[in-house]
């Protein structure tokens, strides 16, 4: 919850003007205040999606992994071109722009609701599981 916007301000100045400082001081006294890079060196969220259906004859299926926007990617490595990494989802691997993804991971939350999806871009979460959030909006 370090992190600082373009405009200066971190998420808890934000959550302190929406007057919700308790869920901010809640996920500080469940993270030590911060996440373990160590934990989360190697794990990104998709931002956008990378697939043949964007874009077309230029996705290598043999070389590229495809995914869509909000997919969790783990085992990253830099890969020898500049600007790609190397991950897996599930069972699948390969190559994809590291700008196509983020690994900036801004805290961790537990959830204290069970919540049901529903919309199809919703996910559902029980109580007692763990969040790590890479965005706020």
């Known amino acids: ?4 916007d373009t405009e200066g301000y971190t998420p808890y100045d934000i959550a302190k003007a929406k007057g919700v400082t308790e869920i901010v001081d809640y996920v500080h006294s469940i993270t030590g205040g911060g996440s373990s890079e ?5 794990v990104a969220l998709a931002l956008f999606p990378y ?8 996705f290598d299926s043999n070389r590229d992994l495809s ?3 909000g997919s ?3 085992d990253i490595k830099p890969a020898s071109n500049s600007g790609w990494l190397i991950g897996s989802i599930g069972s699948e691997s390969g190559m994809f722009p590291e700008s196509f993804v983020s690994s900036n ?7 204290i609701y069970t919540y049901y999806a ?3 871009d919703e996910l559902n979460i029980k109580k007692g ?3 790590y959030i890479y965005e706020r909006r």
């Open 51 to 58: 697939n043949q259906d964007i874009l077309g004859p230029k």
């Open 118 to 120: 529903t919309q199809l």
């Open 105 to 111: 991971i801004l805290g961790k939350a537990k959830c």
């Open 1 to 4: 919850l370090d992190a600082i």
């Open 67 to 69: 995914f869509t926007a």
């Open 129 to 131: 599981e763990d969040m």
């Open 72 to 74: 969790v990617i783990t």
């Open 38 to 42: 160590d934990e989360f060196s190697n």
